[in-house]
């Protein structure tokens, strides 16, 4: 089994920054690959980022290339999300996942449905 904690969520307002953290534990090592995802109110859980655990190739929605950044510490079983120039309907509970198996690539790390395992949600509320 795998565990995932986030951390990081707040308010901030439109255009500031935010570092989302997420700790993997457990069985690290049949991690293949770690991804963020939102849920807004009313609307059904998106893709964000996501990548490698090992680290190498990213993979962003369009909605925030540019302007949020995915990474890892393998030594410290931490993955981030960087977030740059946030604007409102960027609020959202923010997930992070992790995946045992390779589905393919951009179409495996951007499928909900190809992640095992899931974190308890951050709330990032950004104001105007």
């Known amino acids: 089994q795998v565990q995932l904690r986030e951390s990081g969520g707040g308010l901030v307002q439109a255009g500031g920054s935010l570092r989302l953290s997420c700790v993997v534990s457990?069985?690290?090592?049949?991690?293949?690959?770690v991804g963020w995802f939102r849920e807004a109110p009313g609307k059904e859980r998106e893709f964000v980022a996501g990548?490698?655990?090992?680290?190498?190739?990213?993979y962003y929605a369009d909605s925030v290339k540019g302007r949020f950044t995915i990474s890892g510490d393998n030594a410290k079983s931490t993955v981030f999300l960087e977030m740059n120039n946030v604007q409102p309907e960027d609020t959202a509970v923010y997930y992070c996942?992790?995946?045992?198996?390779?589905?393919?690539?951009?179409?495996?790390?951007?499928?909900?449905?190809?992640?095992?395992?899931w974190g308890q949600g951050t709330q990032v509320t950004v104001s105007s």
């Open positions: 457990g069985r690290t090592d049949s991690v293949y690959k």
């Open positions: 996942a992790a995946g045992k198996d390779y589905y393919g690539d951009y179409h495996g790390f951007i499928t909900t449905y190809f992640y095992d395992y």
């Open positions: 990548t490698h655990w090992s680290g190498g190739t990213t």
